[in-house]
């Protein structure tokens, strides 16, 4: 070990004796008389030679003991003599024997043997000293200043702080004995800056361990002061080292460990600051490719020396700055490591974005650093929860928007799809983080982008995760539409229909575009709402609901009623849907929409099953009633059609009225039943004047106020005389309307034809029944009894129309039982005979003569009329020439004469005052008529005096004087009577003569 030469004694035990005498001489002035150093010497060894590992506690505490002894020697020893150089040399070898046997131990966690070894290297090093001589060449101090080094860092190590200080005080005296030592030449100079720097480092951390916080500072002074003169001189793997103790006294301040410090976090992390830059600047002169931990040497620096500038900005704001190139410099190392995944360096990446967001570092910079950790992050609960709980710190919000985008872009492209289970988590963090951006349109700009990801990716949202996505958009598009936020609220609504939801777009995406639609009639933007709700996929309800309403909101009536058409035949109707319509139709005013909208609402009322189940539809009906009498005031309306839609109203009324009726319950719709046979008779009656083809339309209803009026009877308790005349006239009417509508109809209408009869027919037994069954004032029975001539009138009409003559002799019979009939009835049916040339001569005789049977037994015809009919009885009877004709004739010739003498007046035409029945009533009215015609005095006397020559010609005396008679007294109602009938009384007996000759 020492630089000189030294003699080897014979053995172990001459050298124990050689320096047993000094060692007494030596310790003499102690206290108390130690154990001998042989026997120390031999007790150790012999414990060391067992087993080094199982060594007691005594072992130590003799190599203590040992090492005191030594350094006693040490400081007591006598100047140099050849006596204490042989013994120096035996001290030497000695201790150089402990040291060696120190390096031998393996070293371990274990204190015992850790405590073994710092004994061990304490003994040898004194022992080493006290064999060490006088005046030590260079080469001497440089191997005990380094040997002090090594024994100090030891004690130090295992806390014995003041057997190192002293150990390093030696040192020291070392190191300055070799700083005055001369060299010359050099030759000694890189030993001596690396036994200089190791005390130093030696000594440094001592004293940090020891607390003494001003000497390591110093010694750290001492180091790299003179850098380019000291430290150039250590080899690589010192400055590891070296750089290593730097690196271990900063992490000690940045912990808190391994000294008790009073100072706070941002104090020890300021003076940790200057340590590791110390130790970053000895790491980074160091070769990657020559030293083998030097690379990781310096991330290892780096990243504590991030974390100090970390923790020590508070104080130095700076030192944010300088963290940030730190970690920029450590990501730029890493990165092309095949493990930089890891999460140490994962790590070294969340760093960098604390120190970004710590120093309000640019959008972009932050984004960047979001960028690098989702690159290289594992797709993890943990992580992934990491990332998110991160997004929380930041107040931009367009920032943590793109970072979800990036990371879900991440997830979508992650080998083996280890990042699509978090999908759902991201996708839902971003929706909520987008609501509550102030800008809506970058808010569905960027939800709309990000769910574009998924179309290229070719991934489809599970069910449960679209499905709360449709949630949160529902959720924030009630929160805008109950703001009045239309526009935005259709927005949210209509992202829920985007393909990235496709597994439940059967069932929600209708509903989306539903709800949007309506929030943009709110918005009073109807062309867009129908733009939206055309869009609708399938074909429910509700979806034609919001189409009607839409046409509606656009008054496009024709359009919302094809809405209700669909809606009522959709999936997913319900009842409710019309009574919604009913309202909406009746608040705008659209007449036609509400009317079709309460039809089909009738039709699931009737299909219902209750107690109301007669109420609820005919008050719809009488709704509807309503509204075409609302529209027929319209003179813009199609009048046919809605003509055409009351009768089918009235119709459908009076069906439901006859079932309420069969079923025992019309008592509950009595008011419904008043009001539908009224309205009916009325709108007939005013059809009569104000429609077009009123004789095809009006019967209709004049029969369903009938037949309501009938049911009416049935079930009130009380009936009053107007009741029967509405049924009387309501019948009547019918029956003159179908009958005037046959007139209009070509004659091959057989069909027509008939059925009129049979109408005719039950109209005429309806009202006899009237007439001996109800209780009527006179006039009203008058009135009935005028309808019914009427009816027979019709019906003498319909069979001249069926060439049936032989049913007209018993029409005209029915006519004259009628009491009090009136002569019109028989005129009017001669008239039609007369006009039909088919008719039987018999059949229009026996007309005629019925009409002047009535007119001579009432005296209801006038004179007038009186005359041309009875003109044509006779023409028709004289026209026969038979004796049983001509009698007739002669009959009424002589009646004729019977009404002369009554209403004969003078023989200039004067005219006279009758007494008449009016048409269809009885009154005490006067009528100025005229007597009899001139003309029909002149007739009668020409064809009494020409059939009395006839008859004379026959030899028929008895006629022909009748008939002469007759003539005779004619001739005093016209002019020249009296001459004319001095004429025919010559002519009589110029005639008699010539026979009786």
């Keep these: 070990m020492s630089a000189r030469k030294r003699k080897s004694p014979s053995s172990d035990s001459q050298t124990y004796e050689a320096i047993q005498g000094d060692w007494k001489r030596l310790l003499m002035t102690g206290d108390s008389a130690p154990e001998r ?76 043997i850790t405590t073994s070894v710092a004994a061990l290297r304490l003994s040898g090093f004194r022992l080493i000293e006290a064999g060490l001589p006088p005046k030590p060449s260079i080469e001497n101090l440089i191997h005990m200043l380094q040997l002090a080094s090594k024994t100090g860092t030891t004690l130090a190590e295992i806390g014995k702080h003041e057997v190192a200080s002293s150990v390093l005080g030696s040192a020291a005296k070392y190191e300055q004995s070799l700083r005055g030592a001369n060299d010359p030449q050099g030759i000694y100079q890189q030993s001596k800056v690396q036994a200089t720097v190791v005390y130093y480092c030696s000594r440094m951390e001592a004293a940090w361990k020891q607390g003494n916080e001003t000497l390591a500072e110093f010694m750290l002074q001492n180091i790299t002061e003179s850098e380019n003169e000291r430290l150039v001189f250590l080899p690589a793997r010192d400055r590891e080292l070296l750089a290593s103790k730097l690196l271990e006294i900063g992490r000690s301040l940045l912990t808190g460990a391994t000294r008790g410090t009073e100072n706070d976090d941002d104090t020890r992390a300021k003076e940790a600051v200057k340590w590791i830059q110390k130790a970053f600047t000895l790491a980074e002169q160091l070769d990657d490719n020559v030293t083998a931990g030097a690379a990781e040497l310096k991330r290892c620096i780096l990243r504590n020396l991030t974390r100090a500038y970390v923790l020590s900005s508070a104080q130095d704001p700076e030192n944010l700055s300088r963290a940030e190139t730190s970690l920029n410099e450590l990501l730029a ?15 070294l990446r969340w760093w960098k974005l604390a120190v970004l967001k710590r120093r309000n570092a640019t959008n972009d910079a932050l984004l960047e650093a979001f960028r690098s950790i989702i690159d290289h992050m594992e797709f993890t609960e943990d992580n992934v929860t990491n990332v998110l709980y991160d997004l929380r710190t ?56 990000t769910l574009s990801f998924f179309q290229p990716a070719e991934f489809e949202l599970p069910k449960v995760c679209a499905t709360a996505c449709l949630m949160l958009f529902w959720q924030y598009g009630e929160r805008r539409l109950s703001s009045k936020r239309f526009s935005e609220a259709a927005d949210w609504f209509l992202l829920g229909t985007h393909q990235a939801f496709a597994c439940t777009a059967n069932t929600c995406n209708g509903k989306c575009y539903r709800k949007a639609a309506l929030c943009h009639i709110e918005q009073q933007e109807y062309a867009q709402a ?70 089909e609402l009738l039709k699931l009322v009737r299909n219902r099953e209750s107690i109301e189940a007669d109420v609820e539809p005919i008050t719809l009906v009488r709704c509807m009633i309503r509204i075409v009498l609302r529209l027929l005031a319209d003179p813009a309306n199609d009048k046919n059609a809605l003509i055409d839609a009351l009768i089918g109203h009235f119709s459908t009324a009076k069906a439901l009225v006859l079932s309420a009726y069969e079923d025992k319950r019309a008592s509950m719709v009595m008011k419904d039943i008043s009001w539908l046979w009224r309205t009916a008779y009325n709108c007939a009656a005013q059809g009569c004047t104000e429609w077009e083809n009123a004789e095809v339309r009006v019967p209709a209803l004049f029969e369903v106020s009938r037949e309501l009026l009938e049911t009416y009877f049935d079930t009130a308790f009380e009936v009053d005389e107007e009741m029967y005349l509405c049924i009387v006239f309501a019948s009547f009417a019918a029956t003159s309307a179908r009958v005037f509508s046959m007139r209009k109809m070509s004659a091959d209408k057989t069909e027509l034809v008939q059925s009129t009869a049979q109408e005719i027919k039950a109209c005429e037994d309806r009202l006899r029944n009237i007439l001996d069954k109800a209780p009527l004032q006179p006039d009203n029975v008058t009135r009935v009894q005028h309808c019914l001539r009427v009816l027979i009138v019709f019906e003498a009409e319909v069979a001249c129309r069926m060439k049936e003559w032989g049913a007209l002799p018993q029409i005209i019979e029915k006519a004259a039982r009628i009491p009090t009939p009136l002569v019109d009835t028989f005129e009017a049916i001669t008239d039609m ?114 059939t009395g020559i006839e008859c004379l010609h026959v030899c028929l005396l008895d006629e022909a004087k009748r008939w002469f008679e007759s003539s005779t007294v004619l001739c005093r109602y016209v002019s020249d009577g009296e001459g004319r009938a001095q004429k025919i009384a010559e002519t009589y007996t110029q005639l008699l003569n010539r026979y009786a000759s």
Aim: net charge negative; charged share 25%; with cysteine.
């Design 37 to 112: 150093p042989i026997d120390l010497l031999v007790k150790i060894k012999a414990n060391l030679n067992n087993s080094p590992e199982s060594a007691e506690t005594s072992l130590v505490t003799d190599l203590y003991e040992l090492s005191a002894l030594a350094e006693r020697f040490t400081l007591q020893r006598s100047s140099s003599t050849p006596e204490s150089v042989e013994q120096g040399d035996i001290l030497d070898r000695e201790g150089t024997n402990l040291w060696n046997i120190s390096s031998t131990l393996r070293p371990a966690p274990d204190d015992q």
């Design 333 to 347: 190392s890493i990165e092309t490591f095949p493990d930089h995944e890891e999460s140490e360096y994962q790590e």
């Design 394 to 449: 930041l107040a931009h919000q367009q920032l943590v928007v793109t970072v979800l985008q990036h990371c879900l872009r991440t997830c979508l492209d992650s080998d083996n799809g280890t990042g699509l289970p978090f999908i759902d988590r991201l996708l839902l963090a971003l929706i909520f983080q987008c609501s509550k951006d102030v800008d809506h349109s970058r808010a569905m700009r960027d939800l709309r982008d």
């Design 530 to 599: 129908a733009t939206i709700i055309r869009r609708c996929p399938g074909d429910e309800a509700p979806t034609h609901y919001v189409m009607l309403l839409v046409a509606v909101k656009q008054g496009m009536e024709a359009d919302a009623i094809r809405a209700v058409k669909a809606m009522v035949q959709a999936s997913h109707f319900d009842r409710k849907m019309l009574l919604m319509a009913t309202r909406l139709a009746h608040e705008s005013d659209l007449k036609n929409l509400l009317l079709f909208v309460l039809q």
């Design 833 to 946: 005979l007369w006009a039909d040339r088919d008719c039987p001569i018999d059949v229009l005789f026996a007309a005629i003569e019925a009409i002047l049977h009535a007119s001579l037994e009432r005296s209801s015809l006038s004179v007038e009329k009186f005359s041309r009919w009875l003109r044509a009885i006779c023409t028709m009877l004289l026209s026969r020439n038979t004796a049983p004709d001509r009698l007739k004739a002669i009959g009424y010739i002589e009646q004729a004469i019977s009404v002369l003498e009554e209403h004969g007046g003078d023989q200039d035409g004067e005219e006279e005052v009758t007494h008449l029945p009016h048409r269809g009533r009885t009154t005490n009215a006067l009528v100025n008529v005229k007597v009899y015609p001139m003309d029909e005095r002149y007739w009668l006397l020409t064809s009494s005096y020409n």
